[in-house]
C-alpha cells in the first residue's frame, strides 16, 4: 500500500491535515486496518517537548496510532540514522497488518531518510579525533583543501567554514573508500509513497507563525523549557542535549535565562527564526520534484489530498513537477 507523506513548512497545518487523510483513509470502502500516523519531526521525538514543537496531545489525536513520538529523552543527541531503522520498522509494521501509513513533519532530512534511497556510514572516533585535532592544527581551509581534491562536490556543497561538515565528509571517505556525496541520498522511494506538501503565501504563513508563537507563549512554553531544564538551570529535568537545546523555541528561551535577551527579545526571536526555518523548510521541500503541493488555506484541502493519493493508489497521478506550484516561500 502506498505511503502517504504529508510534508511543508511549519505552521501550515500538516498535523491537522495528516489526521484528517488518515480518519478519512480508514473510512474508506475496503480500507483495511485503519491507518496509523509515523511522526517525522525531529524535535517531537522528545518526550516532554509538546508545547514548542506543536505536537499533537494525545486527547486530540482521535484514537489513531501514532508512532515516533515521545521516543527520546530530551538530553539524548537524536539521531538520523537511528530514525530512519525505527521508523522503516514501524513501516513495516503498519503494512503487515494491511493498513495505511501516513507519514508526517517538516524534518526534511527525516523524511528522505525514511522514504528515499539513504545509506548512513558508520563512524570512527579515532579517524574523527585525528581530523579534528588535524583541523586544530592546521585550519579548516588546509582539511577543506583536501577535500577539494578528493570529492569536489562535496567540497563544493559544504564549503570553507563549516568545521564539523569538512571532518565528516573527510571521516566517511577515510572509512568507506568512496567519496562522500557517494553516500548521499537519491531521490528514488524504497517503498512506494506520494508526497503531499502544505504551501501558503508569505503573509499568510507569517501570520500563522506569529499567532503559534502567541499559543506556545501563552500555552506554557517557558514552564515546559524551565521543567526539561537541568537544576543549574533552574528546571527539574535531566538538561536539554545538544539537539533538543538547538530546537527553535527552546534555545531562544535558554538564550533568554543566560541573560543574552530580554524576555519580550526571546519571544520575538522566536516568531523572527520559526519564520526563517519555514522558509528553510520551504526551500528543501521545494526542490523535489515528486512533492505536490496543495494551498493549506483551501477550504477543499482534504478533498484535494484525498484525490491526490486516489491517483496514486490507481497509477494516474500526474508528474508532480508538472502542476502549477506557488512556491511563494521559496522566492
Not at 30 to 47: F, H, K, S, W
Not at 260 to 284: D, P
Not at 303 to 319: E, M
Request: net charge negative; hydrophobic share 40%; charged share 25%.
Amino acid at each position: 500500500m502506498i505511503v502517504v507523506a504529508v510534508v511543508g513548512p511549519t505552521a501550515t497545518g500538516k498535523s491537522d491535515l495528516a489526521l484528517d487523510l488518515a480518519q478519512a483513509l480508514s473510512d474508506a470502502p475496503g480500507a483495511g486496518a485503519p491507518a496509523e500516523i509515523v511522526n517525522a519531526d525531529a524535535y517531537q521525538l522528545y518526550r516532554g517537548m509538546d508545547v514548542g514543537t506543536a505536537k499533537v496531545p494525545p486527547a486530540e489525536r482521535r484514537g489513531i496510532v501514532h508512532h515516533q513520538l515521545d521516543v527520546l529523552d530530551p538530553a539524548q543527541d537524536a539521531s538520523v540514522a537511528r530514525y530512519q531503522e525505527d521508523a522503516r520498522t514501524d513501516l513495516d509494521d503498519i503494512a503487515g497488518k494491511g493498513a495505511r501509513a501516513v507519514v508526517v513533519g517538516g524534518s526534511g532530512l527525516y523524511v528522505r531518510a525514511l522514504l528515499d534511497q539513504m545509506d548512513f556510514p558508520g563512524t570512527d572516533p579515532a579517524v574523527r579525533e585525528r581530523l579534528e585535532a588535524r583541523a586544530e592544527a592546521e585550519g579548516r581551509r588546509a582539511l577543506h583543501a583536501e577535500l577539494e581534491r578528493l570529492d569536489p562536490q562535496a567540497a563544493e556543497s559544504i564549503g570553507p567554514h563549516n568545521t564539523r561538515r569538512i571532518v565528516r565528509a573527510l571521516e566517511v571517505i577515510e572509512i568507506t573508500g568512496r567519496p562522500y556525496t557517494a553516500n548521499l541520498p537519491r531521490q528514488e522511494y524504497v517503498r512506494p509513497a506520494v508526497q503531499i506538501g502544505l504551501d501558503c503565501s508569505r503573509e499568510v504563513l507569517d501570520a500563522r507563525v506569529g499567532s503559534r508563537v502567541d499559543r506556545m507563549w501563552d500555552g506554557g512554553l517557558v514552564d515546559e523549557v524551565r521543567r526539561l531544564a537541568s537544576p543549574e538551570q533552574g528546571g527539574t529535568g535531566s538538561g536539554l542535549g545538544v539537539t533538543a537545546a538547538r530546537a527553535v523555541g527552546y534555545a531562544e528561551v535558554l538564550a533568554w535565562w543566560r541573560g543574552e535577551s530580554t524576555e519580550a527579545e526571546a519571544r520575538e526571536a522566536v516568531t523572527a527564526n520559526t519564520r526563517r526555518l519555514a522558509r528553510k523548510q520551504m526551500g528543501w521541500f521545494g526542490r523535489d520534484p515528486r512533492v505536490h503541493w496543495l494551498d493549506a488555506a483551501s477550504p477543499h484541502l482534504l478533498d484535494d489530498a484525498l484525490a491526490i493519493v486516489a491517483a496514486a493508489d490507481a497509477g494516474t497521478l500526474p508528474v508532480a513537477g508538472t502542476e502549477p506550484v506557488r512556491r511563494s516561500l521559496g522566492s
